[in-house]
């Protein structure tokens, strides 16, 4: 071989050479770049994951959760996550009934309560620690999970807490429905439910002639403290079907008359 086709040759053989290896030196860089946006995709959804399962509650005593729930400042919602034959047995005041295996499917109507205080109990808390969990991994902030009813000694009542929803429509469905307005008569006549008679709850137990304990009672107020004390009231005189508005109206926009 002459000399110009040697040289010719060589040079040929490292510029293949050169390409060779600036082409496998690009494929790890893109490579490496590919790697990098997985991780980094990776990481988003690991992040994602751990804030859901970072979802926190807290685990309050019975008597934090008297304190919580008997304050008339107290604008949340109590939710008692056990069976409804339990639940009629015996529950706390103004906690509405919600089964754990049920509470999924309630999330809708509970929405305007993310950001208030949201009180769960059962009778041992293994069903109210799902259902707190269940609450705060769909956006709840202030969720707390109560000792159950077999833990703390409770004032358990009998008669039946409604939230909106189900006070419009015991109204809508019920025959021989009676509705009380236990506030005062200047609340009353500013406005009320339609059909509901005026009996202030300090007279409660002495106008008790004009109701019958075989026909269900709906009992409502502002806020759900006074009626509370009424329907227990009514409970404890011997009336078979109590209700309670545990939303007042000043809390729901009820259709009201005047």
Known sequence: ????????????????????????????????????????AEKDTKKEETEKTEATYKDITGDDAK????DKKFDGRIIDVRPAEEYAAGHIVNAVNIPVDQLKDSLTSLEGFKDK???????????????????????????????GVKKYTYDLVKYTDLDAAATEKLIADTKDLQIVDVRDASDFGKSHLENAKNIALADLESKLDGLSKDKPVLVYCN??????????????????TVYNAVDGVTEHEYKLVK
């Open 1 to 40: 071989m002459n000399k110009k086709l040697k040289t010719l040759s060589l040079g040929l053989i490292l510029a293949l050479t050169m390409g060779v290896l600036a082409g496998c030196g690009q494929k790890p860089a893109e490579n490496e770049s590919k790697t990098k946006e997985e991780t980094s």
């Open 67 to 70: 304190k919580l729930f008997e």
């Open 117 to 147: 205080d949201v009180i769960v109990y059962c009778n041992s808390g293994k069903k109210s620690t799902e259902a707190a969990k269940t609450l705060s991994e769909n956006g709840f902030t202030k969720v707390s999970n109560a000792d």
């Open 223 to 240: 806020s759900g403290f006074k009626s509370a004390q009424g329907a227990k009231t009514l409970q404890e005189k011997g009336f078979k």
